[in-house]
């Protein structure tokens, strides 16, 4: 079953609203999340880091104040897409890893197809 | 530059046509090498990490291999559901994950 759960799935809202994303780590804690932007037949884009406890570190070229990263405890992390425009549409996902004793895998949430009309 | 890069970008099999796909990396202080599986429209699903050169791991019809230079994803004898976009990513010393642009797969029946 899925270890890192992402809400909602789908999501079109008007020009100049904000959308929240969830991103969930069911059973492992994550004090690091992942926030990705994947453009049609493209391949995934790092947005951000999202940190537990503390400010979340952007990629060069992704405006902070436009997407607002909250990673409020072990197992949540939000993504605000403030102020949508039509070109902020495309598909968001996140990861988070879990680290164990031989191996550390990187679980990706479903995504959030995001469409701003 | 540090950079991953995938080959080929997409690629046609019949069933039970046996291929590889390729990753390489230019990386320095590699700390992990990823391969994901992508359908459409969903998030990446994890199949492997390599952490050294001469590593393998193997999943059903999947064996992933590394090299200090490239990292190859082997199908043997793929069938139509293994069609998908396979992703490879890498960590290194100091920064977070890198994808390559994926290679796009076509089993035909």
């Known amino acids: 079953g899925a270890v890192v759960s992402q809400h909602p799935s789908r999501v079109i809202c008007k020009s100049g609203t904000s959308v929240k994303i969830e991103c969930r780590s069911l059973d492992f804690q994550a004090t690091t999340m992942f926030w990705y932007r994947q453009f049609p037949k493209q391949s995934l884009m790092l947005m951000a880091t999202s940190n537990e406890g503390s400010k979340a570190t952007y990629e060069q070229g992704v405006e902070k104040d436009k997407f607002l990263i909250n990673h409020a405890s072990l197992t949540l992390s939000t993504l605000t897409v403030t102020s949508a425009h039509p070109e902020d549409s495309s598909f968001y996902i996140c990861?988070?890893?879990?680290?164990?004793?031989?191996?550390?895998?990187?679980?990706f949430g479903q995504g959030t197809r995001l469409t701003v009309v | 530059e540090d950079q991953v890069t995938q080959s080929p970008e997409a690629l046609r099999l019949q069933e039970g046509e046996s291929s590889s796909l390729n990753c390489s990396y230019t990386?320095?202080?590699?700390?992990?090498l990823f391969w994901y599986r992508q359908d459409p429209g969903k998030g990446p699903e994890f199949l492997f990490t390599l952490y050294s050169a001469g590593e393998e791991k193997e999943k059903e019809r999947l064996k992933a291999t590394l090299t200090k230079k490239e990292s190859f994803l082997h199908i043997t004898a793929p069938k139509p559901e293994d069609s998908a976009t396979y992703l490879c990513a890498v960590t290194w010393i100091g920064n977070d994950m890198r994808f390559g642009a994926g290679t796009r797969l076509t089993v035909k029946p």
């Open positions: 990386v320095s202080g590699l700390r992990g």
């Open positions: 990861s988070a890893p879990r680290v164990g004793s031989l191996d550390t895998e990187a679980f």
